[in-house]
């Protein structure tokens, strides 16, 4: 098992910047690639960041990318999502999310998630 608890959340005007934390504790951190992901109210789950398990491989949708920036510390059994320029179209709850193996974009593929935290950015 792994468990995972975010932090970081909070409100911010449009064009401000949050960073986002999740610390994991359970099984060894290194062993797992880490994914942030956001659900706004009626929307489904999408895809932010992942990052695979030495920090050498991550992804991001259109939306984020150049704007966010997803890294971990493994000594710290942490991994960030630095975001910037931030847009009211970001505000949702943002969670992070554990897996095995190799980055994925798709929420189905993780095994574990935290409770989330939640992003409000005001225009």
């Known amino acids: 098992q792994v468990q995972l608890v975010e932090s970081g959340g909070g409100l911010v005007q449009a064009g401000g910047s949050l960073r986002l934390s999740c610390a994991a504790s359970?099984?060894?951190?290194?062993?797992?690639?880490m994914g942030w992901f956001r659900q706004a109210p009626g929307k489904a789950r999408e895809f932010v960041a992942t990052i695979n398990w030495n920090g050498g491989s991550t992804a991001y949708p259109d939306s984020v990318k150049g704007r966010f920036t997803i890294s971990r510390d493994n000594a710290k059994n942490t991994v960030y999502l630095q975001m910037n320029s931030l847009k009211p179209e970001d505000t949702a709850v943002y969670y992070c999310?554990?897996?095995?193996?190799?980055?994925?974009?798709?929420?189905?593929?993780?095994?574990?998630w935290g409770q989330g935290t939640q992003v409000t950015v005001s225009s």
């Open positions: 359970g099984r060894t951190f290194s062993n797992y690639a």
């Open positions: 999310a554990a897996r095995s193996y190799r980055i994925s974009s798709d929420a189905y593929r993780y095994d574990y």
